[in-house]
């Protein structure tokens, strides 16, 4: 029998440090779940990853709920990759870095299970806005 979906809850939450505290708390406990268990299982499937991980939680009628853990978000892996601590307020005026075309390459076929594309280059088009925003120069 299909169990009847009441919401899908998308949060982010940093790797392997989900506690029952915002944003987790308020937005599972409105649906009446076992927030201290979703923790429990988000930290261990989560452990060596860093960053904040994008999930999506399905919740069903009878309180029982299932969740998807998404790639770190794009910005993190490009200021991970670039050894940035964050991107530029001005990305008009000031620049923070560079980014090539094999590093935008390498972060668009992690993302790609994410992404709404099965293409590399609309992929990589993603990742070059996202590193445009963030006041990177792109390497051609």
Avoid: W
Wanted: charged fraction near 25%.
């Amino acid at each position: 029998m299909v169990k009847k979906i009441i919401a899908n809850v998308k949060v982010q939450i940093p790797a392997a440090k989900a506690t029952p505290a915002p944003p987790v708390g308020p937005a599972l406990a409105q649906f009446g779940l076992n927030i201290s268990e979703f923790c429990q299982k988000f930290n261990d499937l989560t452990k060596g990853q860093e960053g904040k991980i994008p999930v999506k939680i399905t919740v069903f009628e009878d309180r029982t709920y299932d969740f998807q853990i998404k790639q770190p978000m794009t910005s993190h892996m490009i200021k991970k990759m670039l050894g940035i601590e964050k991107g530029s307020g001005k990305q008009k005026i000031t620049k923070v870095g560079k980014i090539t075309q094999a590093q935008i390459r390498e972060i668009a076929q992690k993302k790609m299970v994410d992404l709404n594309t099965t293409n590399v280059e609309a992929a990589m088009r993603t990742v070059e806005g996202t590193a445009i925003a963030m006041g990177l120069e792109i390497e051609k």
